[in-house]
Nanobody, 127 residues
């Protein structure tokens, strides 16, 4: 079992919503920064959103700004990705990523910044 686990994926129609969760398998594990990434078949992995857990500063890819919201529950160290107004092009496997609590992440939307990855949760949006 990995250190991070995603849940909440599913199939929805365009315009619908889903909320993804990223939960650490060790409840006390806190990443300095948590990112959400996605990868569609035949495409490269791309950043979706990220959040610094210390100050709640968040970052978004242009393609999801205004539709997706990243947030956290500090009581459970869970990071959420609320996805609204979903489009067929949002269809992908979604992964959350994190790192050690003392790791300095300088590019939150850069996948190379993270050492811990979940197994992914599938999101399918039909037209």
């Amino acid at each position: 079992q990995g250190l991070l686990k995603e849940s909440g994926g599913g199939s929805v129609q365009a315009g619908g919503s889903l909320r993804l969760s990223c939960t650490p398998s060790v409840s006390t594990f806190i990443s300095n920064c948590v990112g959400w990434f996605r990868q569609a078949p035949g495409k490269e992995r791309e950043a979706v959103a990220a959040i610094y857990t210390g100050n709640d500063r968040s970052f978004y890819a242009d393609s999801v700004k205004g539709r997706f919201t990243i947030s956290q529950d500090k009581t459970t160290n869970t990071v959420y990705l609320q996805m609204n107004s979903l489009k067929p092009e949002d269809t992908a496997m979604y992964f959350c990523a994190g790192d050690y609590p003392d790791t300095v992440v300088t590019n939150p939307l850069g996948s190379d910044e993270y050492n811990f990855w979940g197994q992914g949760t599938q999101v399918t949006v039909s037209s």
